[in-house]
């Protein structure tokens, strides 16, 4: 059972960054369909924010390109989300996921992010 665990929340101001990780309980890095970033705010449905392919390729969400890059470190099982210019819509739950062959999705227990303006 592949475990993910998402550290890296907090309170920030409106134009801050925070670094998000995320780290695997096992090697999966190599063998994944898909892993990436979604985030859940009050009272909305959870969103996705940024993910990498199978060929490690990024992908992003319009409300965050240009401010988020995600990344990876495939020797720490860890992927991260370095979130920049950070904006008060940006408050939500972030979550980490990953798709292993099958499929089977896994999902970490979310770090809260709250941006103040």
């Known amino acids: 059972q592949v475990q993910l665990v998402e550290s890296g929340g907090g309170l920030v101001q409106a134009g801050g960054s925070l670094r998000l990780s995320c780290v695997a309980s096992?090697?999966?890095?190599?063998?994944?369909?898909?892993m990436g970033w979604y985030r859940q705010a009050p009272g909305k449905q959870r969103e996705w924010v940024a993910s990498f392919t199978r060929s490690y390729s990024t992908n992003y969400a319009d409300s965050v390109k240009g401010r988020f890059t995600i990344s990876r470190d495939t020797a720490k099982n860890t992927m991260y989300l370095q979130m920049n210019s950070l904006k008060p819509e940006d408050t939500a739950v972030y979550y980490c996921?990953?798709?292993?062959?099958?499929?089977?999705?896994?999902w970490g227990q979310g770090t809260r992010v709250t941006v103040s303006s």
């Open positions: 996921s990953l798709t292993l062959p099958g499929p089977i999705d896994y």
């Open positions: 096992e090697r999966i890095f190599f063998s994944f369909n898909a």
